[in-house]
């Protein structure tokens, strides 16, 4: 046959990773060598496994290319999680080669899930016919438990820790062998591997101890020669303490050039990091969001203690913004469609001429764009990544960029739609289209609604010259006016500054603890700028009223429908960990 297995997957994670895993380890599998006389050489290895890559079509029979595989495979590999059971062109391809080959060839792996729920259904059963006291023959179902390789995991790690496990096992039902002798076999073959290389190494040293043997014999020699002149002795022992003085003169030099090469090291590590920040600051400005977040993420490590790469507050709280993290009723990336060829998308971008004569308006902005939104006004979309809402009925136009977006792009629009509840933008020098969606506050997170009063607490006082000096609320910090543009945050009665925050917009209105953390947030106008134990920022948290420790979430504001007042909501404080992981999930997908 031209196969030797047809790997049968549901095209989703993990069903995919595990399927890639088992078909490149089983076209490296090599039998044995006290095995392989049983075989003719041809099959000494399992050299072509099919895996089809692409998710199925939607009609009625499977596609030429797969029916010709299953026909042509010799086994049928299914990679079973509760999805798989829910796939009819997986139940397909496993009913359609039983038929031709029946059960026996038909191998399991299970990934997720208990057995009943992922095994395919003929797999749980067989057809047995007997007969009763009156020779009466009966076909009845007698449940049975499949033979299976269990390769479950909570991730991908631990998965690969049994998918070698599972090759032996899938290889040893192929090869109709045992599965403890197959295994044993493997074993015994790295240990005689592993005893190859050990007895080099042994040749290694004995020539090693030879050579030391001949050069002790040497010395010896000399040594007695040496020894008739009692003068030269000391002359010889003399020199040797010399040189090892200055040999320990050298280690020293050495191992002070060597820290001073890793914290060159590290420094260089934390600029390069720094550089990162800024770097995905300004990729973002430019339009390529997801850029930006993969280029801080790439100067990251894994953990805040991790010992690869050094943290530093400034790409927590940019891969923060990245995120859009703490932002809401603004319009945030969602995924990317590729690049458009010439006319290819224009009836996807429709037409926008109709409004060409509000360019007058526009301080010298083209229109690149529009699309209507929900509520029967406008969306007008200019060259200079500006937005304006057009009421047609009002004849009013207002630029809604600060509204809709947390950013001030500074790149040029080519073309742009909003249509269908989603926002794209195609923006210059890029070969992607970015897709946007509204980020709105969800419902169960609504916490209580406040009047001005209350929320006014937080923004009673301000930083300025008048007022050069304000106290944390468990008066532990202080801050102080420097100019309009510069805050200095002190511990305590300090001199010295511990950190300065710079350039940030709207007054300074104070600096509170967040309760059982050893972190702050200092508010500038409507957001918060979270401050950890080092006085460093590490995000900013939109429409900021405070924090609740019980629920170790932050709590944001948002104006009523009557504007008599404001609404909290709550959404959780996220850890650098959560960060990490929720970037990994993203740029995974794109």
């Known amino acids: ?55 199925l079509p939607l009609a009625d029979s499977l596609s030429e290319e797969i029916d010709e595989a299953l026909k042509e495979s010799e086994y049928l590999i299914a990679v079973c999680s509760p999805r798989y059971k829910e796939s009819e062109w997986c139940k397909k391809e496993i009913e359609d080669y ?76 192929m090869y109709e062998l045992d599965y403890d002798d197959l295994r044993r076999r493997h074993r015994e073959q790295k240990i005689r591997r592993m005893a190859g290389i050990a ?6 040293f004995f020539v090693f101890g030879l050579v030391c043997l001949l050069l002790f014999m040497r010395i010896n020699s000399l040594t007695k020669a040496l020894e008739n002149t009692n003068e030269n002795l000391t002359q010889l022992n003399s020199q040797i303490l010399e040189n090892g003085r200055e040999l320990q003169e050298k280690n020293d030099q050495l191992e002070i050039l060597n820290n001073t090469l890793q914290e060159q090291y590290k ?24 850029e930006a977040l993969k280029i801080v993420r790439d100067a990251m490590p894994d953990t805040k203690d991790g010992k690869d790469k050094p943290y530093i507050a400034r790409t927590e709280y940019m891969l923060s913004e990245a995120l859009f993290e703490y932002d809401f009723n603004m319009f945030v990336p969602e995924s990317v469609l590729p690049e458009p060829d010439e006319n290819e998308y224009d009836e996807f971008w429709g037409s926008y001429a109709d409004y060409y004569f509000l360019e007058d308006y526009m301080g010298g902005d083209y229109i690149a764009g529009a699309g209507e939104l929900s509520d029967g006004t406008i969306m007008l979309i200019t060259d200079h990544a500006n937005f304006y809402r057009y009421n047609p009925e009002e004849i009013s136009l207002r630029n809604f960029t600060r509204t809709w977006f947390d950013i ?29 969606t509204w980020k709105v506050r969800s419902e169960d997170s609504f916490v209580k609604e406040i009047g001005f009063d209350d929320f006014n607490k937080i923004h009673k006082s301000y930083l300025d010259a008048e007022n050069p000096v304000m106290w944390s609320d468990d008066g532990k910090i202080r801050i102080e006016y420097a100019s309009p543009r510069v805050v200095n945050i002190f511990r305590g009665d300090e001199k010295e500054p511990t950190s300065s925050l710079l350039d940030h917009t709207g007054k300074c209105f104070g600096i509170y603890k967040l309760e059982e953390t050893d972190y702050y947030a200092i508010i500038f106008a409507y957001d918060g700028y979270i401050l950890n134990e080092n006085m460093e920022e590490i995000a900013r948290v939109k429409n900021y009223y405070g924090y609740s420790a019980e629920d170790n979430c932050f709590l944001q504001f948002d104006w009523k429908d009557d504007n008599k007042g404001y609404k909290l909501y709550k959404y959780p404080f996220r850890s650098y960990e959560e960060l990490i992981e929720e970037a990994d999930k993203i740029l995974e997908n794109i």
């Open 98 to 173: 039983t038929k031709m080959y029946g059960l026996e060839k038909t191998l399991l792996v299970l990934v997720e899930g208990e057995p009943e729920d992922s095994f395919p259904e003929n797999q749980l059963y067989r057809d047995k016919i007997i007969k009763d006291e009156n020779g009466n023959t009966e076909l009845i179902r007698e449940d049975v438990e499949p033979l299976a390789a269990d390769v479950r995991g909570t991730n991908n790690k631990e998965r690969d820790k049994k998918i070698d496990d599972a090759v032996v096992r899938l290889a040893a039902m």
């Open 199 to 204: 007895s080099i190494c042994a040749g290694v």
């Open 1 to 55: 046959m031209k196969f030797n297995a047809f790997i049968s997957y549901r095209h989703v994670e993990p069903d995919i990773y595990v399927a890639k895993k088992l078909q490149q380890k089983l076209e490296h599998f090599k039998l044995p060598k006290s095995l392989r006389k049983k075989f003719p050489k041809e099959r000494w290895r399992i050299t072509r496994v099919f895996r089809d890559q692409d998710e």
């Open 408 to 436: 001030q792009f500074d790149n040029y629009i080519n073309r742009g739609v909003y249509r269908n509840g989603k926002l794209y933008l195609w923006f210059n020098k890029t070969d992607y289209v970015t897709s946007f």
């Open 267 to 290: 420094q260089e590590q934390i600029k390069y990091a720094e550089s990162a920040a800024e770097n995905a600051e300004n990729t973002m400005k430019h339009g390529r969001l997801f």
